[in-house]
């Protein structure tokens, strides 16, 4: 799989959890530190992040709509195409960083663990229309009920991929936790479970030790 330095000279970063953990509230401080280290920043959201994206989003995520769990996989590719194409590579042939609330990871993650779809059909889609993975993926984790309880205390109705059972939710986590462990030299784990301040301090920590590994220091 291509990195960065092969395609384009731009950092692509993405934020990672399951559902409440956290990743909206973590952003701007990523942000923030990126461009404080003289990033110019280009942040992005999965499914969505371009018009059709966002099109797209909204029929993922709408409760009336009984998609297939092949349907959702694709659905979720067709979004990732449309912004990997005209936003990501872009922003990565001009230097920029790029800063995505999820990425791939989150397809293995809910299509592959979640829904049982084999991985290699996600890797397939990875390689066939993505052909890059992020240079640093932070991952939030948090225990399944808890994510719960914060996204429902945050109001609003259910989504059509909230109103999934625990199990399918402990399904994401322990994928999520496997690709973590699994290539550790991407990814970074933070503790979600801490009070905020405490989760933005680990993932502050976690970016500034990546970047420095790449001899950006301070
Ligand atoms: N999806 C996505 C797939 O199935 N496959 C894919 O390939 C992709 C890309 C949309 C859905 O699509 C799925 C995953 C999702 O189900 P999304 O827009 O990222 O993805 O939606 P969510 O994950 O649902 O995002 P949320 O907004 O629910 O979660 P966040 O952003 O992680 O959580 P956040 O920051 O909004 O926090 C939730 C609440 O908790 C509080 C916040 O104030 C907020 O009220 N909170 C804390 N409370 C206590 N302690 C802390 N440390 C806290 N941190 C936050």
Excluded: N
Excluded at 25 to 49: C, D, K, S
Excluded at 70 to 87: I, K, N, P
Excluded at 140 to 151: K, P, S, T
């Amino acid at each position: 799989m291509a990195g960065a330095a092969s395609t384009g000279r731009g950092l692509l970063i993405s934020l990672e959890g399951g559902e409440g953990a956290g990743k909206t509230t973590v952003l701007g401080a990523l942000r923030e530190r990126l461009e404080a280290h003289g990033h110019r920043v280009v942040q992005t959201r999965e499914p969505g992040g371009t018009p059709a994206g966002e099109a797209i989003r909204a029929l993922l995520l709408d409760p009336a709509q009984a998609l297939s769990a092949s349907a959702e996989l694709l659905l979720m590719f067709a979004s990732r195409a449309q912004l990997v194409e005209t936003v990501v590579e872009p922003a990565l042939a001009r230097g920029e960083t790029v800063l995505a609330d999820r990425f791939t990871d989150a397809s293995f993650a809910y299509q592959g663990g979640g829904r049982g779809l084999p991985m290699a059909l996600v890797a397939e889609l990875e390689r066939s229309f993505v052909r890059r993975q992020p240079d640093f993926t932070l991952l939030l984790d948090l225990d399944v009920a808890a994510g719960l309880a914060r996204a429902r205390a945050r109001g609003g109705p259910a989504d059509r991929i909230e109103q999934e059972q625990a199990g399918f939710f402990e399904r994401v986590r322990a994928a999520y936790r496997a690709r973590a462990a699994a290539q550790p030299e991407r990814f970074a784990v933070v503790d979600a479970a801490q009070p905020v301040e405490a989760v933005v301090r680990d993932a502050c920590a976690a970016l500034d030790a990546f970047l420095a590994r790449r001899g950006e220091g301070g």
